[in-house]
């Protein structure tokens, strides 16, 4: 139920400001018109966000070629997009679709022994693994907020000014995923 109201919570307070979204639609229509400058600056604005929204959901050793088939689908979609001003929601939601399919079309893997160890692995990167997977476990609403603060290293500011999410609900997306994050590791 609590999954549910931040759920609810998060799409409430979804919100781009004015300058964002006009920075965006100007950018859009340039690509749109033929400038790959107009859409290479849409991929810098935006790369770091959608990283952090398939980390949450993906494997990593998977993301970096799923950030580009999502941005791949965004250039030759781009048509379709009905409000420019809208960029940053409908890239996110490519993102959020091309986890789901990876998903559906994975492969299903077999788990190795925990006590195999790679020559490279150190514990410190074992640890930071380890803590990605509970982060992944945790609520979506927690899960993306938390990936692109801790994992992508977004300020609270940065991350609401690219998900179009209030500051006040990123610092208290931030502040409830950080809680369930240090219980989670407790237990």
């Given at each position: 139920m609590e999954e549910r109201a931040s759920l609810d919570t998060l799409v409430a307070l979804t919100m781009f400001s004015a300058g964002h979204a006009s920075e965006d639609a100007h950018l859009v229509r340039a690509a749109r018109a033929g400038d790959q400058r107009a859409f290479e600056a849409l991929y810098e604005r935006y790369a770091r966000?959608?990283?952090?929204?398939?980390?949450?959901?993906?494997?990593?050793?998977?993301?970096?070629?799923?950030?580009?088939?999502?941005?791949?689908?965004?250039?030759?979609?781009?048509d379709s997009l009905r409000d420019p001003a809208a960029f940053g929601?409908?890239?996110?939601?490519?993102?959020?679709?091309?986890?789901?399919?990876?998903?559906?079309?994975?492969?299903?893997a077999v788990e190795l022994p925990e006590n195999l160890s790679a020559p490279e692995a150190s514990s410190s990167r074992a640890e930071a693994l380890a803590v990605l997977e509970v982060i992944r476990a945790l609520p979506a609403a927690y899960r993306e907020t938390l990936v692109l603060r801790l994992v992508e290293g977004l300020t609270g500011p940065e991350i609401a000014e690219r998900t179009g999410l209030t500051p006040a609900s990123v610092r208290v997306n931030l502040h409830r995923g950080m809680a369930l994050l240090r219980a989670k590791l407790q237990q």
């Open positions: 966000v959608i990283h952090g929204v398939l980390l949450a959901r993906a494997p990593r050793a998977d993301v970096e070629d799923l950030v580009q088939d999502v941005f791949l689908s965004a250039w030759n979609r781009l929601g409908w890239l996110s939601m490519i993102a959020r679709n091309r986890a789901t399919d990876f998903h559906r079309q994975a492969i299903e």
